[in-house]
């Protein structure tokens, strides 16, 4: 378990937030130590903090109450959509009052001929999906868990489609935002967003909470594709895998996901799932297209992945086909688990250049062997981004410490190489320390942002900035 | 006029000047501000281009021509394919990448690839007290912190001086149809641009010319194969708008769409020219309430183009429209008495005012320009 920092708690406003909102919101404000818990970090990674009460709002004009009766007594405001962010995003350094989104969970509209809708925070993207689906429509951003659409957006949220369709910067067009003076704003209309004043929506995307309260997004949809197919091919080695990856995303083959899993992946996947994969790097790819257009892609991937030493190249664009050749993707997180019985994942997220991906995973590599750590690798490869899981006997603080010096020093080779310490998972509290290393001077200007827009650091304290700033 | 050579000559000028400055590239997008000018052309030169990666790093004063020429060379583009405003504002000079940046200028292709801020990667600037700041770099996507790449976009300038702009760049497409659909009413047309977007045929351009011809055209791009199937399947699909025709040489569809980003069709009319975004659903109402002299429609109904007598004040013709109307061509003392920007709720004005605040605190960058009128120079 990790020491989180603590920060000085105002126990009078507390104490007098809590009566006030307690008066408010009846059964809706809850102090009961295990929901405390639940809504501070769940992960085993950072120790929990849990906050002093936890609020569930059903409309902006509760939560601006809320922020407000916060605001007036300098007491921290901590939003929750789900709760499975990886950093800290949700622990409770200085105490204060969760605020639960999951009773705002009504899809408002969807515009199918403008391709957008409007949602609550508290909609998940399985929900979403489900609602959409008859319409002929999705939302693409899938990162692992069934997260929150506004958790989603504060974390600025990516996942396995990113490479066709981007990340959650690139599909939110508009936001309603309760400001930490409890000052209700829209960001952006559902019209294009074209120079009038600054991008405010990208602002709020990824701020974690610290800047405001996310209360309702508008999205851009997408419609389902006519066709997909999927196809996988094994690889000698993590290099050429990549260089296959650069040659089809030169070649302009619109790829919508493509996955590298490294041996040991394959193996502990082999030995979970009972597959005979060859014991080598695998590539897996899906195609989003029309019937011939999907089709067109997978073969012409299987021709250039010949060049660079692929083997056993399969694709399909079946269903049920498709479901068996992404097995071992789905289920890699359960094999992981497995591969180590007892041990606790630990999920680094470095994102480089991806012509420097082969050299950051050969390092990520080595560097496992050097510590005497047991990890498995899989990435992300088309937008450069892979995670190592660690999997760490939490008892053991040689090895926990081991695992630290892992992550810090994987963190500083792809800071090296013109990368990031984090694609995909934030900064939260876990980060801190790496985002001044990366950026420099420019997080003197986040500084001056967070203070500008909340003078009293009440949203989301002891996130993303370090304390000192 | 100020002409640094190098991002350190650039924050010593800065941080030296006590006057308001005029940050200018190439100056052909029609902005003129009382102030010193601060010329980047001297910034200048691709710095690093590696095609496997799909990305670019330039200064910021480099042509865009050269880009452009650099990227076709290893066939790769600007997917958000950057409109030129020469033509339209009878300007001279030549465009900079750091322009495009800062005014997130976008063409056609917007509604399928993003706009010019969705390609940004990451941004060198300096800032009003002369600190040079970079922010991004050269990854497809992090998560570390605010987004300050995405907020200098489309910032005009307010913000920062751009040093250097790295950003995202795709394979350019093989060959490209475009249909066309004649002689169709504003209505007919939006729901015709909309069915097409929605289908799965991955449109990269729909845009509707009111006037001899009522056409509304629709691009495909891509591999030839997957080409011809998805303009065969669009015609299927969008038959009963109205009689359909494909133009397959895809030179001349190119063309079309060239024609169409940079608004050809106004560059001899008179009249002062003004650049709508609305929701696309609205566009045939709002269009009605111009009475504008000339219109051309792109992003499906999206951006309303309109060309209307010189001096009109359009916003105030039009009243509420849930978008925003930026005044692009117009006498200097017109677009200094309505503003080109549409003005924001006071809600916003003052975020906007106190993150400007933060970046520029002496309030020498570009004044006047995105400012409430009773903050700004006039």
Known sequence: ?469 | MLSPNSESELAEMIAATSGDLVIRGGGTRGVSLPGAELNLSGLSGVEFYEPGSLTIVAAAGTPLAEIESVLAAENQRLAFEPMDHRGLLGTTGEPTIGGVVAANVSGPRRIQAGACRDFLLGVRFVDGAGAAIKNGGRVMKNVTGYDLVKLLAGSWGTLGALSQVSLKVLPRSETQITLKIRGVDVQTAVAAMSAALGSPFEVSGAAFCPGEDDTVMIRVEGFEPSVAYRASRLSDLLMHFGEISQTHDAEKSAAIWTAIRDVNDFHSTPGDVWRLSVKPSDAPEVSQRLQADGLLFDWAGGLIWACVAEGTDLRARIGSFGGHATLVRASAETKQRLGMFEPQPSSLEAISAGLRAQFDPRGIFNQGLMQAPALGAF
């Open chain 1, 1 to 469: 378990m990790v020491k989180a920092a603590t920060l000085p708690r105002n126990e009078t406003g507390i104490e007098t937030a809590l009566g006030i909102l307690k008066q408010r919101f009846g059964d809706r404000l809850q102090t009961g130590k295990s929901i405390r818990e639940q809504h501070g970090h769940t992960t085993t990674w950072i120790e929990n903090q849990p906050p002093d009460a936890v609020v569930f709002p059903q409309n902006t004009a509760e939560v601006s109450e809320i922020i407000k009766a916060c605001a007036a007594h300098k007491v921290p405001v901590i939003p929750f959509g789900v709760g499975t962010s990886l950093e800290g995003h949700v622990n409770a350094p200085a105490g204060g009052i969760s605020v639960d989104m999951g009773q705002m969970d009504q899809i408002l509209a969807v515009h199918a001929e403008d391709l957008d809708c409007v949602v609550q925070p508290g909609v998940t993207r399985e929900q979403l999906n489900t609602h959409l689906r008859d319409q002929g429509l999705f939302f693409p951003i899938d990162p692992g868990a069934n997260a929150s659409i506004g958790g989603m957006t504060a974390t600025r949220a990516s996942g396995t489609n990113a490479v066709r369709y981007g990340t959650m910067k690139d599909n939110v067009i508009a936001l309603e935002v309760v400001m930490p003076n409890g000052e209700i704003i829209r960001t952006a209309q559902r019209a294009k967003k074209s120079s009038a004043g600054y991008d405010l929506t990208r602002l709020m995307v990824g701020s974690e909470g610290t800047l405001g309260l996310i209360t309702e997004i508008t999205l851009r949809l997408h419609g389902i594709p006519e066709a997909m197919s999927s196809a996988c091919c094994s690889f000698p080695s993590v290099d050429a895998a990549c260089q296959a990856v650069i040659a089809t995303i030169q070649y302009g083959i619109p790829v919508a996901r493509m996955e590298l899993l490294d041996t040991a992946s394959v193996k502990a996947v082999n030995a979970y799932a009972k597959l005979t994969l060859t014991e080598s790097p695998l590539l897996m790819l899906e195609f989003h297209g029309t019937k011939a257009g999907a089709a067109e892609q997978a073969d012409a991937f299987g021709e250039l992945a010949e060049d660079f030493g692929g083997t056993g190249f399969e694709w399909t664009s079946n269903a049920e086909e498709r479901n068996r050749l992404w097995k071992a993707r789905h289920e890699y997180y359960w094999a992981t688990l497995q591969s180590r019985p007892g041990a606790s994942g630990i999920a680094t997220d470095v994102c480089v250049p991806i012509s420097r991906l082969a050299d950051c995973v050969a390092r990520a590599n080595e560097m496992l062997e050097e510590l005497g750590l047991v990890g498995l690798i899989v990435g992300h490869v088309g937008d450069g981004n892979f995670h190592t899981t660690l999997l760490v006997d939490m008892d053991d603080a040689d090895e926990l410490a081991r695992a630290e010096e892992y992550v810090g020093r994987l963190n500083d080779v792809a800071i090296a190489m013109d990368g990031t310490c984090t694609g995909e998972h934030g900064i939260g509290q876990g980060k801190r320390p790496y985002l001044t290393k990366e950026l420099g001077g420019a997080t003197r200007y986040m500084a001056a942002i967070k203070t500008a827009f909340d003078p009293d650091n009440i949203m989301n304290p002891g996130k993303i900035l370090s304390d000192e700033a």
